[in-house]
């Protein structure tokens, strides 16, 4: 076995920095490679996002427009097709958050919203956040229950 206190990177694999600024004898001494004068050779510069030479950048010549709600409550609509193939998938009657969350239909925090694309061949109980009136319709029309289960469910 190889004695790993040995182990060095392989040849050429690691090169030394180049010392800038360290005297004219360095080859780096004088501008440190920064040419001459110039805004870009003062020390501390760092060119801010978005910075275009002094033109106006494109940030500020195009309007401010539109408008954010802080109050949308954002859904992910999960359809009746999906609810019967994981249904099938896992041969169940009840299909609630947790189920959807397990199987890899929603994600941690997703509030779900049961939407009408597809059809149920049974009676299935569902539990979500919210439901679409075609949905909730289908469901019951099939013999099935649909159950409003609390937003932090």
Same mark, same amino acid.
Do not use: W
């Given at each position: 076995?190889?004695?790993?206190?040995?182990?060095?990177?392989?040849?050429?694999? /690691?090169?030394? @920095?180049?010392? #800038?600024?360290?005297?004219? %004898?360095?080859? &780096?001494?004088?501008?440190?490679?920064?040419?001459?004068?110039?805004?870009?050779a003062d020390t501390g510069y760092n060119r801010r996002r978005?910075?275009?030479? %002094?033109?106006?950048?494109? =940030?500020?010549?195009?309007?401010?427009?539109?408008?954010? @709600?802080?109050?949308? =409550?954002? &859904?992910? $609509? +999960?359809?009746l097709d999906a609810i019967q193939a994981l249904a099938d998938k896992i041969g169940v009657?009840? +299909?609630?958050?947790?189920?959807?969350?397990? @199987?890899? #239909? +929603?994600?941690? @925090?997703? #509030? =779900?919203? *049961?939407? $009408?694309?597809? !059809?149920?061949?049974?009676? *299935? !109980? /569902?539990?979500?956040?919210?439901?679409?009136?075609?949905?909730?319709?289908? *469901?019951?029309?099939?013999? $099935?229950?649909? !159950?409003?289960?609390?937003?932090?469910?």
């Amino acid at each position: 076995m190889e004695d790993l206190s040995k182990l060095k990177p392989a040849k050429g694999a /690691v090169k030394d @920095n180049k010392r #800038l600024g360290r005297g004219q %004898g360095s080859g &780096y001494g004088g501008t440190a490679g920064k040419g001459h004068k110039g805004q870009k050779a003062d020390t501390g510069y760092n060119r801010r996002r978005g910075f275009e030479g %002094g033109q106006t950048p494109l =940030v500020r010549r195009l309007p401010k427009f539109g408008f954010t @709600n802080p109050t949308r =409550v954002e &859904y992910k $609509g +999960i359809n009746l097709d999906a609810i019967q193939a994981l249904a099938d998938k896992i041969g169940v009657k009840v +299909i609630d958050i947790p189920t959807m969350r397990k @199987n890899g #239909l +929603i994600a941690r @925090n997703d #509030l =779900v919203k *049961i939407l $009408g694309r597809g !059809e149920l061949k049974g009676g *299935i !109980e /569902v539990k979500a956040h919210a439901f679409s009136a075609t949905a909730k319709a289908a *469901i019951e029309s099939k013999g $099935g229950k649909t !159950e409003v289960v609390d937003t932090r469910g």
